[in-house]
């Protein structure tokens, strides 16, 4: 099992430019969401979806679009990426519900310049 | 006022001490709390659940107070791959998590 995957690990942009991040879960689980960690915010909910065909803002879900097209797989969209969206961005899965652990992957760090 | 609020440090203590991070949430209704672990620059991992009578997993425990809501881990017998980042994460009503900042720990030889 890969777990949850994201790519690519690293990116840089010019403001202005759009970009695609792929989340892929090999779980089976239902609940995937995106987050971005910046320093002293600790990590924020951008959107989220509860099943194949969903999707939900979250806490900062401004800038960014999803899509959940394939139950294992969640996109993250920026369509014109402004200096703010630099962050590290991680995606989540579960399985939902109230007590389940959330499985990250490894992180995608993004800089807008 | 911030969902989950914590402590950053960092707490740089000696090998073989005993430390303690405290966490407080500011919604009543929360569902259920959690420990996760992140370190540097790598994605956070689930450390541990907490339970309304406290629980306990090695050398950490595990406690919550819902009527002060606050949340609280204790290491004991430090060791130097406790070194990381502490994250205190509610999961209220609406089912989405919310992570504070972190408490960062450095274990000295």
């Known amino acids: 099992n890969a777990g949850v995957t994201q790519t690519p690990k690293f990116r840089v942009l010019k403001t202005g430019q759009s970009m695609t991040l792929l989340c892929a879960q090999d779980?089976?689980?239902?609940?995937m969401y995106w987050y971005r960690q910046d320093p002293g915010m600790g990590l924020r909910l951008i959107h989220y979806?509860?099943?194949?065909?969903?999707?939900a803002k979250g806490e900062v879900p401004d800038g960014y679009n999803v899509s959940r097209l394939k139950k294992q797989n969640f996109l993250l969209g920026l369509e014109s990426a402004a200096p703010s969206q630099t962050s590290v961005y991680f995606c989540a899965s579960n399985q939902g519900g109230y007590y389940n652990e959330q499985f990250f992957g490894p992180g995608t760090r993004l800089t807008v310049l | 006022r911030k969902e989950v609020e914590q402590d950053p440090g960092p707490f740089n203590v000696p090998e073989g001490a005993t430390v303690a991070f405290n966490c407080t949430y500011s919604?009543?209704?929360?569902?259920?709390f959690f420990w996760y672990r992140q370190d540097c620059r790598k994605e956070p991992k689930l450390l541990m659940s907490v339970y309304s009578s406290g629980n306990e997993d090695g050398r950490f425990t595990a406690q919550l107070n819902r009527a002060s809501q606050y949340i609280s881990l204790l290491i004991r017998d430090s060791k130097l791959s406790d070194s990381a980042t502490y994250l205190c994460v509610v999961n209220t009503p609406s089912g989405n998590l919310f992570f504070g900042t972190g408490t960062r720990l450095t274990v000295i030889p």
């Open positions: 979806s509860v099943g194949e065909g969903t999707t």
């Open positions: 779980m089976n689980h239902e609940y």
């Open positions: 919604n009543s209704a929360s569902q259920s």
